[in-house]
């Protein structure tokens, strides 16, 4: 079975610093990773999926890449601001398979 | 405007009682999802469906049903099986099994 890992589980980066989200998944074979934003208390917003077949993907501030053979993806911030302060989630579509393996999250803190 | 929405936004239940969770999607997709959420875990699957009168159960099904008579609505009922229902779950949507999926803004239940 999947199991998706997200190390730290908590980051604290003082506003306008760069950072790396990472992620780790057991099984390569995978159809495609998303990159979720959750604020306390609410639903999760998509920021990003990669598709198996692609190295990156960028929105914005945003960049999430992937390597598959070595089972990691990170998401790069740039430039962070108070308002990207939330838990950042991973998570994992296996090849075979129709739903999502979540990892447990980061926890993001921007100090202004 | 086009989202998902869930309801009731907190709901109680007493022991023996069960309870079903509103979700409601207009963006014209044919899968849709529950999820659970608990503190310190990733998100886990419920159950998922695919297109109206089918649906698949996932990680943690027992103690949980659904139905999916309507594209746009795919209610989940917690039964009185479920013996640790105290969670947030979240409902989602995707136009196909493998695309993005889009969250609502969660049910928080507690059990008195």
């Known amino acids: 079975k999947q199991e998706v890992t997200q190390i730290p589980a908590a980051l604290s980066v003082p506003e306008g610093e760069n950072l790396v989200l990472n992620c780790s998944f057991t099984?390569?074979?995978?159809?495609?990773l998303q990159w979720f934003r959750q604020d306390p208390g609410k639903g999760l917003t998509s920021l990003l999926l990669i598709q198996s077949s692609q190295r990156e993907q960028t929105s914005g501030r945003l960049n999430a890449s992937l390597d598959k053979s070595s089972g990691r993806s990170t998401l790069y911030i740039a430039a962070s601001q108070p308002g990207d302060s939330a838990t950042y989630l991973c998570?994992?579509?296996?090849?075979?398979?129709?739903?999502?393996?979540f990892g447990t999250g980061t926890r993001l803190t921007v100090i202004p | 405007d086009g989202g998902i929405t869930q309801s009731p936004k907190y709901l109680f239940r007493k022991e023996g009682q069960n309870v079903t969770l509103s979700c409601e999607q207009n963006l014209n997709h044919d899968a849709m999802y529950w999820y659970r959420q608990d503190p310190g875990q990733g998100l886990r699957l419920i159950y998922y469906s695919q297109i109206v009168n089918d649906f698949q159960k996932g990680d943690i099904a027992e103690g949980y049903s659904v139905s999916r008579e309507k594209k746009e609505s795919f209610p989940l009922t917690v039964t009185s099986a479920q013996k640790n229902p105290t969670a947030f779950y979240l409902c989602?949507?995707?136009?196909?099994?493998?695309?993005?999926?889009?969250f609502g803004p969660g049910t928080r239940l507690l059990v008195l």
């Open positions: 989602a949507s995707s136009m196909g099994v493998r695309e993005t999926q889009y």
């Open positions: 099984d390569s074979a995978i159809y495609n």
């Open positions: 998570a994992v579509m296996g090849a075979g398979a129709n739903n999502l393996f």
